[in-house]
């Protein structure tokens, strides 16, 4: 089975920076596409960015600008740099894997990781 570890979340001010990891293992096959979902307290779980094993990428318009995906494919870790930082960015981030589906859709995603805190203070 993958797993997933998330880490660099923790307490930012606003525009502030802040840079996540997902540290992926096991097998890779399955592995086309990783993504980045966040969760505030009381909202749905929403789609941020995804990035393909080709260097494809895709943003949310919420973040679009101020959040970088990538993967070093060589370290199975997918990052998230995090720019301009909003008090609105804070929620837990997860990193997910895709299978099939829409790639904004969670349901279309087959592993996750546990989560990692962003929280940004005013």
């Known amino acids: 089975q993958v797993q997933l570890v998330e880490s660099g979340g923790g307490l930012v001010q606003t525009g502030g920076s802040l840079r996540l990891s997902c540290a992926a293992s096991?097998?890779?096959?399955?592995?086309?596409?990783m993504g980045w979902f966040r969760q505030a307290p009381g909202k749905e779980r929403e789609f941020v960015t995804i990035?393909?094993?080709?260097?494809?990428?895709y943003y949310s318009d919420s973040v679009k600008g101020r959040f970088t995906v990538s993967r070093d494919n060589a370290k199975n870790t997918l990052y998230l740099q995090m720019n301009s930082l909003k008090p609105e960015d804070t929620a837990v981030y997860y990193c997910?894997?895709?299978?099939?589906?829409?790639?904004?859709?969670?349901?279309?995603?087959?592993?996750w990781g546990q989560g990692t805190l962003v929280t940004v203070s005013s």
């Open positions: 096991g097998p890779t096959s399955n592995r086309p596409a």
């Open positions: 990035a393909w094993i080709n260097g494809r990428t």
């Open positions: 997910a894997v895709h299978y099939t589906g829409s790639f904004a859709d969670p349901a279309a995603y087959i592993y």
